[in-house]
């Protein structure tokens, strides 16, 4: 793209400038985004919902191919021209939040929780240099309309730092239950831990009209190498009363090996019977890596599942 007129470049640094500090998951989310060295995503075309809706004024976190120069150079400030949003053109984004996801087994570690925080925001700044719409599922929404459109980064960052709205942890390890427009695609990042059947209806409820999906687990690596040895106490996480207290751990872990083994192959079975891709990435892995993984199913037709 070649470079902005001088006097509008100046105008945006303004901008950007004048509307403060950004946040600190954002920032970090745009490192992990450039350091991946992935371009535009490049799935938008011409049609239904593309039609123009109106200027506004440019926002930090906005794709530079965002601005309309043409009329920047009419006003004072940086314009961005926006086009009318439709559903069934959107790529709907969502992570679990449950009492799960906020466990790492070393200190020097993220939690899966920050990890999936990071991955989204961090998919979600390549779709809008690409142009895409993108809406956040929430735990709780009572329908489609209820997932909220998101222009800006920073508002998007925003939701994610929100404490969640409900204290039923059971409905955030699990998207809401309704069925996404035919055209649309889906990101969902979660540890998928939670009971087979109980995500298996999830999934055939999202893609009951056709939508397409990505599903990424993200795994702490103790929880896929199972390293313990000797006397451990396991807790369920959020739940100190259920636990299971062992003088020889070691003695577990093909067990859990083999449960875990057949969880994914489940995981898996179930991404692919509704035309959804599934892959797996560990919280000791660079972003990077998970980050490709995401963009290129998303931009290609289907995607084999894999690890990152």
Same mark, same amino acid.
């Given at each position: 793209?070649?470079?902005? #007129?001088?006097?509008?470049?100046?105008?945006? &640094? @303004?901008?950007?400038?004048? @509307?403060?500090?950004?946040?600190?998951?954002?920032?970090?989310? *745009?490192?992990? !985004?450039? @350091?991946?060295? &992935?371009?535009?995503?490049?799935?938008?075309?011409?049609?239904?919902?593309?039609?123009?809706?109106?200027?506004? /004024?440019?926002?930090?976190?906005?794709?530079?191919?965002?601005?309309?120069? $043409?009329?920047?150079?009419?006003?004072?400030?940086?314009?961005? $021209?926006?086009?009318?949003?439709?559903?069934?053109?959107?790529?709907? +984004?969502?992570?679990?939040?449950?009492?799960?996801?906020?466990?790492?087994?070393? #200190?020097?570690? /993220?939690?899966?929780?920050?990890?999936?925080?990071?991955?989204?925001?961090?998919?979600?700044?390549?779709?809008?240099?690409?142009?895409?719409?993108?809406?956040?599922?929430?735990?709780?929404?009572?329908?489609?309309?209820?997932?909220?459109?998101?222009?800006?980064?920073? *508002?998007?960052?925003?939701?994610?730092?929100?404490?969640?709205?409900?204290?039923?942890?059971?409905?955030?390890?699990?998207? =809401?239950?309704?069925?996404?427009?035919?055209?649309?695609?889906?990101?969902?990042?979660?540890?998928?831990?939670? #009971?087979?059947?109980?995500?298996?209806?999830?999934?055939?409820?999202?893609?009951?009209?056709?939508?397409?999906?990505?599903?990424?687990?993200?795994?702490?690596?103790?929880?896929?190498?199972?390293?313990?040895?000797?006397?451990?106490?396991?807790? !369920?996480?959020?739940?100190?009363?259920?636990?299971?207290?062992?003088?020889?751990?070691?003695?577990?872990?093909?067990?859990?090996?083999?449960?875990?083994?057949?969880?994914?192959?489940?995981?898996?079975?179930?991404?692919?019977?509704?035309?959804?891709?599934?892959?797996?990435?560990?919280?000791?892995?660079? /972003?990077?890596?998970? +980050?490709?993984?995401?963009?290129?199913?998303?931009?290609?037709?289907?995607? =084999?599942?894999? $690890?990152?």
């Amino acid at each position: 793209m070649a470079a902005p #007129p001088p006097s509008a470049a100046r105008r945006l &640094l @303004a901008a950007e400038m004048a @509307a403060g500090p950004l946040p600190p998951l954002l920032v970090a989310a *745009q490192r992990v !985004a450039a @350091a991946s060295g &992935l371009g535009n995503h490049g799935r938008r075309r011409q049609g239904r919902g593309d039609d123009f809706w109106q200027f506004r /004024p440019y926002a930090p976190g906005d794709s530079a191919a965002m601005i309309d120069w $043409r009329q920047t150079a009419k006003g004072e400030r940086a314009a961005v $021209r926006e086009r009318e949003w439709s559903s069934t053109q959107t790529v709907y +984004l969502w992570r679990a939040c449950g009492s799960s996801q906020a466990w790492r087994s070393q #200190p020097t570690l /993220p939690d899966k929780q920050s990890r999936c925080d990071l991955l989204l925001l961090a998919l979600a700044v390549l779709l809008q240099r690409g142009g895409e719409r993108l809406a956040l599922l929430g735990a709780g929404d009572p329908s489609l309309a209820a997932a909220r459109a998101c222009h800006h980064l920073p *508002q998007i960052a925003e939701r994610l730092h929100r404490p969640p709205t409900t204290s039923d942890d059971t409905g955030l390890s699990l998207p =809401p239950p309704l069925s996404l427009p035919r055209h649309a695609s889906a990101v969902l990042l979660a540890d998928f831990l939670t #009971p087979i059947p109980e995500t298996v209806a999830r999934l055939r409820t999202l893609a009951a009209e056709g939508a397409r999906g990505h599903l990424l687990q993200v795994l702490d690596p103790a929880e896929e190498g199972f390293p313990f040895h000797g006397r451990v106490r396991f807790e !369920a996480p959020g739940d100190a009363y259920t636990a299971l207290l062992t003088s020889r751990a070691e003695d577990l872990r093909a067990a859990y090996l083999h449960r875990l083994s057949h969880h994914r192959a489940a995981l898996a079975d179930a991404a692919r019977a509704v035309g959804w891709t599934f892959a797996v990435h560990h919280t000791d892995h660079p /972003p990077q890596q998970a +980050l490709g993984t995401l963009f290129h199913a998303l931009s290609l037709p289907s995607a =084999p599942g894999g $690890r990152s």
